[in-house]
């Protein structure tokens, strides 16, 4: 079967400890959650059929060792983790963002997986799959992406969950864009004494004007 692909761009990666890199995204269309604040709605439904050699020509084609699998939530689609794979064997370096509802064990090891754990602003936190926390590995890396003081607290009720299941991967504070401003995230971060990394999307601040391709 064909993945379902809504857009492959080159970029510089935002996000995650890998942000700043200049990186190839390819955008898989669906998604199983509807976050309250989701700024990829585009890629919930739109998308052409590709078969897997095309994607990865398409991605070779930028010349660039960093690409991305991201969504919508590109583990709905079966042929995804069989892209990943494909792609590690051609020597890429490849992350996958995913929503943290889906099962991840299937993905193969030598990937970063980067794994949103959802706040209650969301209105998507009770579909957290926790269990995830066992099946990561320390090189991959733990989001909470948080709009208001509630998610910030709630963001902190996981993290000995994460410390406990998950010891010494990465966890990422995300401010929620145009809801919560970054410094006042950085204030409790410092004053709690907390271990995470706080992360600004750095796409955002390069071309602001965008809602696509970055
Ligand atoms: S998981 Fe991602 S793509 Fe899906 S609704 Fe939430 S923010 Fe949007």
Same mark, same amino acid.
Request: proline content about 5%; hydrophobic content about 35%; overall charge negative.
């Given at each position: ?20 890199? &200049? ?10 959650? %509807? +976050? ?12 052409? &059929? ?40 051609? @020597?890429?370096?490849?992350?996958? *963002? ?11 090891? %030598? +990937? ?28 991959? @890396? ?14 902190? *009720? ?5 410390? #406990? ?15 919560? #401003? ?10 709690? %004494? ?9 796409? %955002? ?10």
């Amino acid at each position: 079967m064909p993945l379902k692909v809504n857009e492959i761009f080159y970029s510089i990666q935002g996000e995650s400890s890998y942000a700043g890199f &200049p990186c190839v995204f390819v955008r898989l269309a669906g998604c199983n959650l %509807r +976050c309250s604040w989701c700024d990829t709605g585009y890629a919930r439904e739109e998308g052409a &059929p590709m078969d897997i050699w095309t994607v990865i020509e398409r991605v070779k084609s930028y010349g660039c060792r960093l690409v991305e699998i991201t969504g919508g939530e590109p583990l709905l689609q079966e042929e995804t983790t069989e892209l990943i794979r494909r792609l590690l064997d051609e @020597e890429l370096q490849v992350l996958l *963002e995913t929503n943290g509802s889906m099962d991840v064990s299937a993905v193969d090891r %030598r +990937c970063v997986k980067v794994v949103d754990v959802k706040c209650p602003s969301s209105g998507e936190s009770g579909r957290n799959d926790f269990r995830n926390l066992e099946r990561l590995t320390k090189k991959d @890396e733990i989001k909470f992406v948080v709009g208001d003081r509630a998610d910030y607290e709630y963001a902190c *009720e996981v993290l000995p969950l994460i410390r #406990e299941r998950c010891p010494g991967s990465t966890v990422l504070f995300s401010p929620l864009s145009g809801r919560m #401003e970054p410094r006042r995230l950085a204030g409790w971060v410092l004053e709690d %004494r907390l271990f995470v990394r706080l992360q600004l999307q750095i796409h %955002r601040v390069l071309w602001p004007e965008k809602s696509r391709g970055v």
